[in-house]
């Protein structure tokens, strides 16, 4: 059985419970993906199933992948990631699988890459509240104080929050819980915000999180 899917983030929206509260909620298009290579136990050391998901121009790849994908007899395609999987011999290389292995009420985590902003100072990065704006502040107002160097220890600690790159990490959200499925439309609806921005690559796997009912929304 495949614990996942690749799928596409679409945008957020908003539906409305049976009590008429509105829910924030992301639309992600989940699949169809199709298994490119089975990793075994005894070969490989676990279990997973290699998925492909995104039509992709042939020109855009390279020959050792569109080779790899040719010997699956899977068109090109614009990703490839594992997903953990179980009983590999019902499932078959090439085949296509879409949003049947999931069901409304079960619980997910998303993992995706979070919106780069480039190079960002302490206020943006970490929340810092900045300086004064009068009382002899000067030319400093955004800035992150002082580090705490002096002559010991004459050094700034590993971990020391600074300015620097922000975003663009990899991000896993856990315990998401799928609210609605349109499988002729292979979308899912997933309560809350997902990492990365609109047609972002996502991750979308079940949760050791039991599903619950309607009452849980």
């Not at 829910?23 to 169809?32: L, N, R, S």
């Not at 090109?76 to 953990?84: G, H």
């Not at 600690?157 to 609605?180: D, S, Y």
């Amino acid at each position: 059985m495949i614990q996942g899917l690749l799928g596409k983030k679409l945008g957020m929206t908003q539906v409305f419970s049976s009590e008429g509260n509105p829910i924030a909620v992301t639309i992600v298009e989940a699949g169809p993906c199709w298994v490119v290579q089975k990793k075994m136990e005894k070969k490989d050391g676990y279990e997973a199933v290699q998925m492909g998901f995104g039509p992709q121009k042939p020109g855009r790849l390279s020959k050792p992948f569109l080779k790899h994908l040719e010997k699956a007899k899977v068109d090109p395609v614009r990703a490839l990631r594992e997903v953990p999987a179980s009983d590999l011999e019902a499932i078959q290389v090439g085949q296509a699988v879409g949003v049947e292995i999931f069901k409304a009420g079960e619980f997910v985590d998303v993992i995706g890459r979070s919106k780069g902003h480039g190079f960002a100072g302490v206020m943006e990065r970490h929340g810092f509240s900045g300086a004064p704006g009068s009382h002899g502040t000067h030319e400093s107002f955004r800035g992150p104080g002082s580090i705490g160097s002096s002559a010991y220890p004459s050094r700034v600690f590993k971990g020391m929050r600074m300015a620097g790159r922000m975003g663009g990490e990899r991000v896993t959200v856990q315990n998401l819980r799928i609210l609605r499925i349109i499988p002729e439309r292979n979308l899912l609806f997933i309560r809350g915000a997902v990492p990365g921005a609109e047609g972002g690559l996502l991750l979308i796997r079940k949760s050791k999180k039991k599903a619950v009912g309607p009452k849980g929304s």
